[in-house]
């Protein structure tokens, strides 16, 4: 309760992968929640048994358009942005739609969050960082992104974002929060988004080459989901003065090579591995420094690789069990999960 009145929150992006467990997780803390989605990315099936719930709200739309605000409640007490392409694959697939999403799209929730008061959390990535020259990745850290690759789209998208929302900071416009996402991995991850984790497993599960891009020993640092959305919950609720961009992520680094090793070994696969060639601006390492959401939001990852793993492993698992949606008009709609 807050004044009270129920919270209400917007989760624009809520279809997603993050998004869809930041609803839930929302809704369990007693929160009234709008989910705003164009489903380009985001699948109706992620909130499905959310529907059902009085307090959750499916609204369909596109953040670059404005027509949207007017079907949200007047009193809404939280902002979380989450809308935009998030994998290579998928923000590369319509460049400038990406790109606008990150721009055009924040503003309009930025002004949402203005009108109405609320305080606004804009989930940028650590793909601002680009190929880092310094490492681990520190907030200040400025970055070494290019301008004018393949990756710009979302790249600098997710910096004039952050830019954008910082002005509204600076203008007494909005009470912003800004989380740096690390690689993220979980339940709800789209077989087809291009990620590696999802790649690995369900080659791994299908019998198929395992793909690895370049030799294998560029580096990641994996979160799981359930650790992922309570540090944006914190961050959201965060009192203290604005803080500036946070990194979210697990700072446990591993190379792509040892996390096929482990994805094998869960899966109990024999698929052979094959290398292909890596793509243009892939960075060679990623590992945050996460020493200011420890000291400001006492929060640090929890769930060992091994342990979300093997979550993930049997979400895809039980996924290829389901049997096919039947086509539109056929009486089945999208599957439940």
Same mark, same amino acid.
């Given at each position: 309760m807050k004044n009270g009145h129920t919270r209400r929150a917007v989760v624009a992006g809520g279809a997603g992968f993050l998004g869809s467990h930041l609803c839930e997780a929302l809704l369990a803390d007693g929160v009234q929640v709008w989910c705003v989605d164009?489903?380009?990315?985001g699948q109706r099936r992620t909130v499905r048994r959310m529907e059902q719930n009085p307090d959750f709200t499916f609204v369909e739309a596109d953040v670059i358009e404005t027509g949207f605000l007017a079907r949200l409640?007047?009193?809404?007490?939280?902002?979380?942005?989450?809308?935009c392409a998030?994998?290579?694959?998928?923000?590369?697939?319509?460049?400038?739609?990406?790109?606008?999403?990150?721009?055009?799209g924040t503003r309009n929730l930025l002004r949402l969050a203005e009108q109405r008061g609320a305080r606004f959390l804009l989930t940028s990535t650590s793909e601002v960082y680009g190929d880092p020259e310094v490492h681990p990745q520190t907030e200040s850290y400025r970055g070494n992104v290019s301008c004018t690759g393949p990756r710009a789209c979302y790249d600098?998208?997710?910096?004039?974002?952050?830019?954008?929302?910082?002005?509204?900071h600076?203008?007494?416009?909005?009470?912003?929060?800004?989380?740096?996402?690390?690689?993220?991995?979980?339940p709800r991850?789209?077989?087809?988004?291009g990620r590696v984790v999802s790649n690995l497993i369900?080659?791994?599960?299908?019998?198929?080459?395992?793909?690895?891009?370049?030799?294998?020993?560029?580096?990641?640092?994996?979160?799981?989901? $359930? $650790?992922?959305? $309570?540090?944006?919950?914190?961050?959201?609720?965060?009192?203290?003065?604005?803080?500036?961009?946070?990194?979210?992520?697990?700072?446990?680094?591993?190379?792509v090579t040892e996390l096929v090793e482990q994805v094998l070994a869960l899966t109990g696969s024999r698929s052979p591995v094959v290398h292909l060639a890596l793509p243009e601006d892939d960075p060679r390492r990623r590992r945050p420094d996460i020493g200011r959401a420890r000291e400001l939001l006492g929060w640090a990852p929890r769930t060992t690789l091994a342990e979300g793993l093997r979550a993930t492993v049997q979400w895809f698992?039980?996924?290829q069990a389901e049997p096919e949606p039947r086509a539109a008009g056929k009486g089945t709609d999208h599957l439940v999960v």
């Open positions: 164009n489903l380009q990315t409640p007047r009193r809404i007490d939280m902002v979380f942005n989450l809308a998030a994998s290579p694959v998928q923000y590369q697939a319509d460049p400038e739609h990406t790109l606008l999403t990150s721009v055009v600098e998208g997710k910096r004039a974002a952050e830019s954008l929302a910082l002005d509204f600076r203008a007494d416009r909005a009470e912003v929060r800004i989380a740096r996402i690390f690689n993220t991995y979980g991850m789209r077989a087809d988004d369900t080659q791994a599960l299908d019998g198929s080459d395992i793909t690895v891009y370049g030799d294998g020993s560029q580096t990641r640092s994996f979160c799981y989901v $359930d $650790d992922m959305i $309570d540090g944006l919950v914190r961050l959201m609720r965060y009192e203290g003065a604005q803080p500036g961009p946070i990194n979210i992520g697990n700072p446990v680094e591993m190379t698992t039980e996924l």
